[in-house]
């Protein structure tokens, strides 16, 4: 068998976490034949398969297992060496990988990320805006500004304030809310990465799914939709009260709240940019609690 190195245990790992050679093809921006071969080439070389190769995609079988888990470690060390060198870099210049929800992307940072650019102008900010939570530990991003009500204990950062929610309408909705009786109009329902939140939680316990017109996985999409008249949608305060197509038709108690985070990875923590970056971010979503948090 010749040695394997980490260009052969990429391979194994992307397919092993998408589960299918043409999802590992995306991930790591090759062709679907390039992952199939490379596979094919490291089961011939260690003469073993590392897969089972099902219906509903690819699962890794006990040697698929052992090399998954040496390329995860390789991945997680080479992560570390680079966080640890740029966690002791000097120079407010150089990239953040900076990750947040579409709400907040749409919402709110277009004008803190222009005060920032103001402010540190040989930072570059790479923005991944995702509804799904991503890994600081496998560097899929430097900083993530999201809500939360247990951010993982092994990233360090900030709770900034409290997201707060309400129903939405619009006057001209097919089938007009009432808001004392919830249960009894049309319903943009949270789906996807959403329907996991305490918001959505509270939804479902007071408006049968059955209510529910159109599913979106998206808040922003959601807010659009209810403009139309599609119909009502829970929406986070700082996307509905300034949306001059929608009324607040109701209230949501604060168990559907949200706390909002931001967070890095430890090692970046006494970054120049990164301290740069956090406190830029926290000093000015404070300014905006207004916005956030319904009235006491």
């Known amino acids: 068998m010749k040695d394997l190195d980490w260009n052969d245990l990429r391979f194994v790992v992307a397919v092993a976490r998408e589960g299918s050679a043409a999802a590992a093809a995306r991930a790591l921006g090759v ?33 698929g297992r052992t090399l998954t888990l040496a390329g995860e470690s390789m991945d997680a ?69 999201r809500p939360s009500t247990h951010p993982p204990e092994t990233w360090v950062g900030l709770r900034l304030l409290r997201m707060d929610f309400a129903v939405y309408a619009t006057a001209n909705a097919a089938r007009p809310l009432d808001a004392a009786a919830l249960d009894a ?62 009324k607040r038709v109701a209230d949501a108690p604060r168990e559907a709240s949200a706390d909002l985070w931001i967070l890095t990875h430890p090692t970046l923590r006494h970054s120049p940019r990164v301290q740069a970056f956090l406190s830029h971010l926290s000093e000015s979503l404070r300014q905006m609690r207004g916005r956030f948090e319904a009235p006491d």
């Open 185 to 246: 109009g049309d319903w943009l329902w949270p789906d996807g990465s959403l329907s996991g939140a305490a918001a959505s939680r509270w939804l479902t316990s007071i408006v049968p799914h059955e209510r529910a017109v159109l599913r979106v996985d998206s808040f922003v999409a959601m807010q659009a939709m209810a403009g139309t008249g599609l119909g009502a949608a829970l929406l986070p305060r700082f996307l509905g009260e300034v949306d001059p197509l929608l």
């Open 31 to 63: 062709s679907n034949a390039t992952v199939l071969r490379r596979i094919a080439a490291i089961e011939t070389d260690i003469g073993s398969p590392l897969f089972d190769r099902l219906a509903t995609g690819y699962v890794a079988n006990e040697a």
């Open 77 to 145: 060390a080479i992560a570390d060496a680079r966080r640890s060198i740029e966690g002791k870099a000097s120079a407010l210049s150089g990239t953040i990988r900076f990750t947040t929800t579409d709400s907040l992307a749409f919402g709110v940072l277009p004008a803190l990320l222009l005060s920032f650019r103001a402010k540190f102008r040989e930072i570059q900010v790479e923005l991944l805006v995702t509804n799904n939570a991503l890994n600081l530990d496998r560097r899929d991003a430097d900083v993530t500004l």
